[in-house]
C-alpha cells in the first residue's frame, strides 16, 4: 500500500540558514507529489509540486527534489526566514483513486531568529 | 479572489446534535473534498466530488454525509454529533486529478 511519511517530525534551524524536509514514500507508481506548509491555524497552502518525469523543480526560495530510485522527496528551503516557519507536508495521489492525496503527518519547522 | 471559504470558523456541539459545515469555492473548480485534522496529525479524507451531483467516500466517512448541487457548495453534514468527531475539518477544490488542492481555512469543531 501507499505510504507517504516524513522523516524527521521536527527540524529547527537558523534564520538564514538552509532548511530540507524529507519524505520518503512506498508507491513506485506514484506520478505526482506535493508539497503544502500550513500555519498555525490555518489550512495547508501549496508550496509547489513535481511529477515524476522530473527530479528537480525550483519556485521562489524553494527546491523540490525527487529520487525515484529510492522513492525519496524533499523540500529545500533557501535562506530560511521567520515567516517559513509551520508544519511541511508532502502529498501524493491514492492510487487508483480520482485526485485523493495521502497525507504525511508533517514536520515542524521552527526558524530561530 | 476569495478561493476556499468555510464557515463557520468555530462551532461547539452537544452530543447529538447534527450541523452542516458550509463549503464554497469560486475557482471553478470540478473536485471538491472533505478532510478531517486531528491534533498532530495529518489529513484524512472524510468525502469528496469529481463534479455536481457526484459524492464517493473516502478514509473515513462515517458519521458524514454530504450533497454536491451545484459546482460551488460542497457541504458536510454531522447528523448525530459523537465527541469522536470533534476535530479540525478543512474542505478544498482542484482542477481535476494531479492537481494542486487549494484548502480553506478550517472549521474547528468541538463536541461536548
Known amino acids: 500500500g501507499e505510504n507517504v511519511g516524513l522523516h524527521l517530525p521536527t527540524l529547527s534551524v537558523q534564520e538564514g540558514d538552509n532548511s530540507i524536509i524529507n519524505c520518503a514514500y512506498s508507491?513506485?507508481?506514484?506520478?505526482?507529489f506535493i508539497w503544502y506548509k500550513q500555519e498555525s491555524g490555518k489550512g495547508p497552502q501549496f508550496i509547489i509540486d513535481?511529477?515524476?518525469?522530473?527530479d528537480k523543480r525550483q519556485g521562489q526560495r524553494v527546491t523540490v527534489l525527487l529520487n525515484k530510485t529510492v522513492k525519496h522527496l524533499s523540500l529545500q528551503i533557501a535562506a530560511t526566514q521567520p515567516g517559513d516557519s509551520a508544519v511541511y507536508f508532502c502529498?501524493?495521489?491514492?492510487?487508483?483513486?480520482?485526485?485523493?492525496?495521502?497525507f504525511g503527518k508533517g514536520t515542524k519547522l521552527s526558524v530561530k531568529p | 479572489n476569495a478561493g476556499v471559504t468555510q464557515t463557520p470558523k468555530f462551532r461547539i456541539l452537544k452530543i447529538g446534535q447534527s450541523m452542516t459545515l458550509q463549503c464554497a469555492q469560486d475557482?471553478?473548480?470540478?473536485?471538491m473534498y472533505w478532510y478531517r485534522q486531528d491534533p498532530g496529525m495529518g489529513l484524512k479524507l472524510i468525502y469528496y466530488?469529481?463534479?455536481?451531483?457526484?459524492?464517493d467516500k473516502g478514509e473515513v466517512p462515517n458519521g458524514y454525509n454530504v450533497s454536491r448541487s451545484t459546482t460551488e457548495d460542497f457541504p458536510l453534514r454531522l447528523e448525530l454529533a459523537a465527541p469522536s468527531q470533534t476535530s479540525v475539518y478543512f474542505c478544498?477544490?482542484?482542477?481535476?486529478?494531479?492537481?494542486?488542492?487549494?484548502f480553506g481555512d478550517g472549521t474547528r469543531l468541538s463536541i461536548l
Open positions: 478544498a477544490s482542484s482542477y481535476g486529478s494531479n492537481q494542486p488542492q487549494h
Open positions: 508507491n513506485s507508481a506514484s506520478d505526482y
Open positions: 513535481i511529477r515524476s518525469n522530473m
Open positions: 502529498a501524493e495521489p491514492l492510487e487508483g483513486s480520482q485526485g485523493n492525496l495521502i
Open positions: 475557482m471553478n473548480h470540478n473536485y
Open positions: 466530488s469529481v463534479g455536481a451531483g457526484i459524492t
